[in-house]
């Protein structure tokens, strides 16, 4: 499970910062620095701080099980060039702790391959994503919070956010 939500977390972070495929069926939209649907809420930390404005943000209109794909649609602007990009992650189910770990984003697009939206160093400007990422189980049934905060080669925040979502 949990590497399902890093993925899921990773690839909202790191991932948005390159170019992807058309929208699909939106779940939400992001118009300021909090999204909610009936299983999944998005909050942005520190806006003012972050070099990454995620403008718009949809999600398959399903809820997820195990098993099952979660379609991740991101538009976003960069606000300046990234060579190197650490990832804080910290997941919680039920308000437990289970994963705590920094990510070494350039590391993990590599690790990718063929399959990597864009490696580093990563370009200054809009940027789209398409991600399908597979829930795969066993799963938990609960409550998840995965707090989310990147910096890049400066120290300077990337991106911060807060992501709820129930399975």
Same mark, same amino acid.
């Given at each position: 499970?949990?590497? *399902?939500?890093?993925?899921?977390?990773? $690839?909202?972070? @790191?991932?948005?910062?390159?170019?992807?495929?058309?929208?699909? #069926? +939106?779940?939400? =939209?992001?118009?300021?620095?909090?999204?909610?649907?009936?299983? /999944?809420?998005?909050?942005?930390?520190?806006?003012?701080? &972050? @070099?990454? =404005?995620?403008? =718009? !943000?949809?999600?398959?209109?399903?809820? +997820?099980?195990?098993?099952?794909?979660?379609?991740?649609?991101?538009?976003? @602007? !960069?606000?300046? &060039?990234?060579?190197? @990009? &650490?990832?804080?992650?910290?997941?919680?189910?039920?308000?437990?702790? $289970?994963?705590?770990?920094?990510?070494?984003?350039?590391?993990? !697009?590599? =690790?990718?391959?063929?399959?990597?939206?864009?490696?580093? +160093? %990563?370009?200054?400007?809009?940027?789209?994503?398409?991600?399908?990422?597979? %829930?795969?189980?066993?799963?938990? +049934?609960?409550?998840? *919070?995965?707090?989310?905060?990147? $910096?890049?080669?400066?120290? #300077?925040?990337?991106?911060?956010?807060?992501?709820? /979502?129930?399975l």
């Open positions: 499970m949990s590497s *399902s939500i890093l993925v899921c977390s990773l $690839f909202l972070v @790191i991932s948005c910062l390159c170019i992807a495929s058309p929208y699909q #069926r +939106p779940l939400v =939209d992001l118009d300021g620095s909090i999204v909610e649907s009936d299983w /999944f809420s998005y909050s942005v930390c520190d806006k003012e701080l &972050n @070099i990454l =404005d995620v403008t =718009d !943000l949809r999600l398959s209109s399903e809820r +997820p099980s195990a098993g099952s794909d979660l379609e991740i649609d991101v538009k976003a @602007i !960069l606000g300046s &060039n990234i060579t190197s @990009i &650490n990832v804080d992650v910290a997941v919680y189910w039920n308000h437990i702790r $289970f994963l705590q770990k920094t990510y070494d984003g350039c590391q993990e !697009l590599r =690790d990718l391959g063929d399959s990597a939206p864009e490696n580093c +160093p %990563i370009a200054a400007g809009d940027k789209d994503l398409h991600v399908t990422t597979e %829930i795969s189980g066993p799963v938990l +049934p609960g409550r998840y *919070s995965v707090y989310v905060k990147a $910096f890049d080669q400066l120290s #300077r925040q990337v991106w911060c956010a807060d992501l709820k /979502f129930s």
